[in-house]
């Protein structure tokens, strides 16, 4: 019997391959392998798609976040208000602006960051509120922008794993004043390679962000009028990009009938905690990532919690899983010689118990059916 991998972009090679071919084959005959037409076309489908009036294109997820602080001119001496439970491109590009990442709580029930513990953390240097739409699930941006506007300060969504998802009926991306997107090839729209995009209805912001990711250049050329970077998306994971934009709803559709599925053959075991999807948003499901209950409360310990030990189990017998994160980024090395003291229980505690089970589209019933049973036979 074979294994069952946590994700698997064959299958949806299977289904989009010829297509894909043919959008490759026609960029490399014609010659034009960075920018042009095609990557313009993209990033138009890609605003219209999300709901906004700009999107630019660049080289990964991590850079959409860069060039959106970039932009927003946050420099040091500024602090963002970001959650400790993510990758760590959501806190590292603050740090490389010269920025302090100012790390809240998250929600236990969604992962996401506790907005009731943002205001306290607001100071004369906050200037933005970086949320993440974490495992695919949006944010509350009705209350995040109502504390982001009385304090007046700037929402930058971290959309990486949430393509898709909405908020009262309105993409994530097109909320906050800055959305920032990844499509590296694992995301629910996923490229051939690295890739990202901002989106924004300023075109003052949108602007920078073409010079930034050009070298600092606003039309090419060789005058420079700013230090910017080389993140610019070539035109080949454009190509494929626009295809699989052409997919993603119905991609998305599927990933809430598996999320669905394991909902029901979940939901009364024991020992666990299943994913909630917040009241008045729509999650995409990048993760479908539950608790294991019984883990260590010292994350020191995780690698002898429960979580650990199922997972290793479930992997014997061929159901693999991912643990994202299994170390919040308060207590990374990098940010714990901070001398402020950061309390973060509730992530802590996440980072011992989460289990990311198998989660694509094309997972099939049977396969699901074999994940479970792997699960409830783990857990005794």
């Known amino acids: 019997m074979s294994n069952i991998p946590p994700f698997d972009l064959s299958e949806q090679y299977k289904t989009i391959g010829e297509e894909v071919n043919a959008a490759v084959l026609a960029v490399l005959a014609s010659g034009r392998y960075i920018g042009g037409t095609i990557v313009e076309s993209f990033e138009q489908q890609f605003a219209n798609y999300i709901g906004t009036a700009e999107c630019i294109a660049c080289n990964s997820g991590t850079d959409a976040l860069f060039l959106a602080l970039r932009a927003l001119n946050i420099q040091p001496g500024d602090e963002v208000i970001t959650t400790p439970f993510t990758f760590i491109a959501t806190a590292e590009v603050i740090s490389a602006v010269g920025a302090k990442p100012v790390f809240v709580d998250i929600e236990a029930a969604t992962f996401n960051l506790d907005l009731a513990q943002v205001e306290a953390a607001i100071t004369d240097h906050t200037r933005v509120i970086l ?21 007046n300060l700037t929402v930058v969504e971290d959309c990486a794993q949430a393509v898709g998802a909405e908020w009262a009926a309105q993409k994530v991306g097109s909320i906050g004043h800055i959305g920032c997107f990844s499509f590296y090839p694992t995301k629910n729209l996923g490229a051939c390679g690295d890739g990202g995009a901002v989106t924004t209805n300023d075109p003052e912001i949108a602007t920078n962000i073409r010079m930034l990711r050009d070298h600092g250049r606003r ?20 190509a494929i990009l626009q295809i699989k934009l052409r997919y993603l709803d119905t991609w998305n559709h599927q990933r809430r009938v598996v999320a669905d599925r394991y909902q029901q053959l979940l939901q009364h075991v ?27 409360s010292n994350y020191e310990l995780s690698d002898h919690c429960r979580r650990d030990q199922v997972r290793q189990r479930m992997q014997a017998e061929g159901v693999s899983s991912m643990v994202y994160y299994p170390l919040p980024l308060h207590l990374q090395p990098i940010y714990k010689q901070e001398p402020q003291a950061v309390h973060c229980p509730i992530a802590e505690q996440a980072s011992a118990e989460v289990l990311s089970l198998p989660m694509f589209p094309e997972l099939s019933p049977e396969a699901q059916d074999r994940v479970v049973y792997s699960l409830k036979d783990c857990l005794v």
């Open 131 to 151: 949320p993440v739409h974490l495992f695919g699930q949006p944010v509350d941006l009705t209350r995040l922008l109502a504390i982001a506007q009385a304090h």
């Open 219 to 238: 039309a090419g050329g060789y005058y420079h009028e700013a230090i910017g970077v080389n993140s610019r998306l070539d035109a080949i994971q454009a």
């Open 270 to 296: 024991p020992s666990i905690v299943v994913p909630q999807e917040p009241a008045g948003g729509q999650g995409v499901w990048n993760q479908y990532t539950l608790r294991v209950l019984g883990a260590a």
